[in-house]
């Protein structure tokens, strides 16, 4: 299963770009790289996913290298209320979701 | 916007006593999933369904948790008797079709404690 690392905690103040990376050396190849949101006491809300290059919605944007050991989630402008935690995810999206394991997260402050 | 429904969504009960969680998923959605979530920890993944069928409980604790979804729509966990470590949150969350790689989407969770 392929292991993510992404930063325990990150601080930023409102208005702010943030970028979040995580990284995945064993990355398979079948593997698609998956953001999550996930405020206290709710469900974890899907943010985006990729495979490669460069994916872009209205909420985030997606930068995957060549190589594709890593990754950074960029979130443009944040705001209070996109203090959360945000999860990395690698793994197959078409097979088991006993594939796709949570870390603990990147736990997201944002300030005024 | 569809939502997968979960209930309850806070129960506490007593250690040895039994509990249930129950989950419907959004409409359409053939795979299903129940995971638990310990406070600070990610999500982990219990039992995965595709439709009626089980195709993960790997890592179901299966001397006190069960699970099922009969008719392959709504689905219930089931812990008896409960301890003092399975106080955290169930989650439920659906995606319309595993093979088609579709994003999981999650409900707001049950808490449970267990005192």
């Known amino acids: 299963l392929a292991k993510t690392t992404q930063p325990i905690s990150m601080d930023s103040y409102e208005g702010q770009e943030v970028n979040i990376t995580c990284s995945h050396n064993?990355?398979?190849?079948?593997?698609?790289i998956t953001w999550y949101q996930q405020f206290p006491s709710q469900g974890p809300r899907f943010i985006i996913q990729g495979y490669k290059t460069k994916v872009t919605n209205e909420v985030a944007s997606l930068f995957i290298p060549a190589d594709r050991k890593s990754s950074t989630l960029s979130l443009p402008r944040v705001s209070l209320s996109d203090t959360a935690v945000y999860y990395c995810?690698?793994?197959?999206?078409?097979?088991?979701?006993?594939?796709?394991?949570f870390g603990t997260g990147t736990r997201l402050q944002v300030t005024l | 916007e569809a939502e997968v429904a979960q209930s309850p969504r806070y129960k506490i009960t007593e250690k040895s006593q039994a509990v249930a969680f129950w989950c419907d998923p959004i409409s359409g959605h053939a795979t299903l999933y129940w995971y638990r979530q310990i406070l600070g920890q990610g999500p982990e993944l219990l039992v995965q369904f595709q439709d009626e069928s089980v195709v993960d409980d790997s890592q179901l604790p299966k001397d006190r948790f069960s699970a099922e979804r009969l008719k392959g729509v709504d689905s219930t966990l089931k812990i008896q008797p409960a301890e003092l470590g399975d106080s955290a949150m169930y989650l439920c969350?659906?995606?319309?079709?595993?093979?088609?790689?579709?994003?999981?989407?999650f409900g707001e969770g049950s808490w449970l404690t267990v005192v």
């Open positions: 064993n990355i398979a190849t079948n593997d698609y």
């Open positions: 995810l690698v793994g197959d999206p078409t097979g088991t979701a006993s594939k796709l394991t």
């Open positions: 969350a659906s995606s319309y079709d595993r093979n088609s790689g579709n994003t999981i989407y």
